[in-house]
T-cell receptor, first 114, second 113 residues
């Protein structure tokens, strides 16, 4: 079975632009979470979606938004990009909503802001 | 912040030696997880230990949890060059209703062949 897949793998944008990142969870997984990982740091939680509803939001500005589709895939959108948004964006899936189970991560999208 | 901290930040050992990494966290938890990340890749789940457990083993991995000290340790025995990676602990946050994980800052392990 395929693991969590993310696209694109790399992306270069300039300040002020908008970006959409995509994630396909493991088949059968209904929960998708998004994390931002700045170089040299641990992942920081952005959003969790379960059954197409937002179930959690981290301390990120409203420029960050996300949604989950009926097939449980997800998109992360970031508007008005800033230099500080440069990071590895990770998607993780799990079967259920709670965090008492392993999270399965994709290899991420490397976003660079010029 | 509920984020944990790993100690040391970096560790370099010879192949065959044991590697020990420590994690401290700040709030009550239901469980603690350890993940591994190879450079430029996603995180891979290694082991989950629940708050009512004190020790857990998986292959060459041994994890301990001391909830009174809010700390955990990950021991990798008989290390191999392929174990070179960053290792992160991650906790939930009991009582907050949050469903996300809080990751530490990571330990960068280098195993020298």
């Amino acid at each position: 079975d395929a693991g969590v897949t993310q696209s694109p793998t790399h992306l270069i944008k300039t300040r002020g632009q908008h970006v959409t990142l995509r994630c396909s969870p493991i088949s059968g997984h209904k929960s998708v979470s998004w994390y931002q990982q700045v170089l040299g740091q641990g992942p920081q939680f952005i959003f969790q979606y379960y059954e197409k509803e937002e179930r959690g939001r981290g301390n990120f500005p409203d420029r960050f938004s996300a949604r989950q589709f009926p097939n449980y895939s997800s998109e992360l959108n970031v508007n008005a990009l800033l230099l500080g948004d440069s990071a590895l964006y990770l998607c993780a899936s799990s079967p259920g909503q709670t965090n008492n189970q392993p999270q399965h991560f994709g290899d991420g999208t490397r976003l660079s802001i010029l | 912040s509920q984020q944990g901290e790993e100690d040391p930040q970096a560790l370099s050992i010879q192949e065959g030696e044991n590697a020990t990494m420590n994690c401290s966290y700040k709030t009550s938890i239901n469980n603690l997880q350890w993940y591994r990340q190879n450079s430029g890749r996603g995180l891979v789940h290694l082991i989950l230990i629940r708050s009512n457990e004190r020790e857990k083993h998986s292959g060459r991995l041994r994890v301990t949890l001391d909830t009174s000290k809010k700390s955990s340790s990950l021991l990798i025995t008989a290390s191999r060059a392929a174990d070179t990676a960053s290792y992160f602990c991650a906790t939930d946050a009991r009582g907050t209703g949050a469903n996300n994980l809080f990751f530490g800052t990571g330990t960068r392990l280098t195993v020298i062949p």
